[in-house]
């Protein structure tokens, strides 16, 4: 079965430096995800993305945020200046279209620790 | 306000035995989609079962079945003969306003379920 990949799984930073979480969908899906659970709580919704722009974004997700498709395959997630509370797991997924059953499948996750 | 409530936060179930986990929702939208997911130790988001606001009949997939009464706003998830393998994070999620391309799912707390032998 398809499955939504994730890289790095794990990824350590210092504080204040860049990092990006890459995903690669699965390949015929339009719409695609960013979440984050910080350990042992609720996933939160970071932001979606169709047709090459964001669609929706929660308050999570702000200036130091950012998202790109930059070819055919891959979706990014870029922290510009990584903060302790940034520490988390974070989630990317996709969904095929606009379906009234339409699931998100997530990827395994990377597991981001800012220190 | 929490659109999504899990009441629950740990559940402790024997092996073989049904276990309900709680769900309620809050929503003004005519139009939504209910999802339940199982995130066992190892991380991953596993889909269960899903629930449109429309279907009449309650959602069933294997030992899953999702008690939908829209009046109440509820969506519990109801799972029978639980096995030790069904330990798990079970998250309740909603997606409101299913014409709009992309709405995100928007999830629980989530409940914790232990499954002893």
């Known amino acids: 079965e398809p499955e939504v990949t994730q890289t790095p799984s794990h990824q350590v930073t210092q504080m204040g430096q860049e990092v990006i979480l890459r995903c690669v969908p699965i390949?015929?899906?339009?719409?695609f995800y960013w979440y984050r659970q910080i350990l042992g709580q609720k996933v939160e919704f970071l932001v979606s993305f169709y047709n090459n722009e964001i669609s929706e974004k929660s308050e999570i997700f702000d200036d130091q945020f950012s998202v790109e498709r930059p070819d055919g395959s891959n979706f990014t997630l870029k922290i510009r200046s990584t903060k302790l509370e940034d520490s988390a797991m974070y989630f990317c997924a996709s969904s095929p279209g606009q379906g009234s059953n339409e699931k998100l499948f997530f990827g395994s996750g990377t597991q981001l620790s800012v220190l | 306000a929490q659109k999504i409530t899990q009441t629950q936060p740990g559940m402790f179930v024997q092996e073989k035995e049904a276990v309900t986990l709680d769900c309620t929702y809050d929503?003004?939208?005519?139009?939504?989609?209910l999802f339940w997911y199982k995130q066992p130790s190892s991380g991953e988001m596993i889909f269960l079962i899903y629930?449109?606001?429309?279907?009449?009949q309650n959602a069933t997939e294997g030992r899953y079945s999702l008690n939908f009464q829209k009046a109440r706003k509820s969506a519990n998830l109801v799972i029978s003969a639980s096995q030790l393998g069904d330990s798990a994070m079970y998250f309740c999620?909603?997606?409101?306003?299913?014409?709009?391309?992309?709405?995100?799912?928007?999830f629980g707390k989530g409940t914790t379920l232990s499954v002893s032998s």
């Open positions: 390949s015929n899906h339009l719409y």
């Open positions: 629930q449109g606001s429309y279907d009449e």
């Open positions: 929503t003004s939208d005519q139009s939504y989609g």
């Open positions: 999620a909603m997606r409101e306003s299913l014409r709009k391309a992309g709405t995100a799912l928007i």
